[in-house]
């Protein structure tokens, strides 16, 4: 995957994903499985708490891939200003 494509889509999209509940980063990033880090660089939301589809609004959901563009939804755990 290009980082230019990835930049513009975050670029693009970064002010909707961050309207949505519980999202508290947008970011490019490797792809992280079973807390294991792949070689595919995608884009990174990051979340509070990774909830069940099933508990998110409509329009809370992340799509899995934005103009073509992978979507990793990563968890942070609670954010506390330092």
């Given at each position: 995957m290009d980082i230019q494509q990835i930049l513009a889509v975050?670029?693009?999209?970064e002010a909707e994903l961050m309207a949505k509940a519980n999202v508290v980063g947008v970011g490019i990033g490797f792809r992280q499985q079973r807390q294991t880090r792949s070689d595919e660089v995608v884009l990174v939301v990051i979340v509070e708490k990774k909830l069940p589809r099933a508990q998110l609004a409509p329009e809370d959901i992340i799509p899995g891939v934005i103009e073509g563009v992978?979507?990793?939804?990563?968890?942070?755990?609670r954010l506390v200003p330092q």
């Open positions: 975050k670029e693009a999209h992978p979507v990793d939804v990563q968890e942070s755990g």
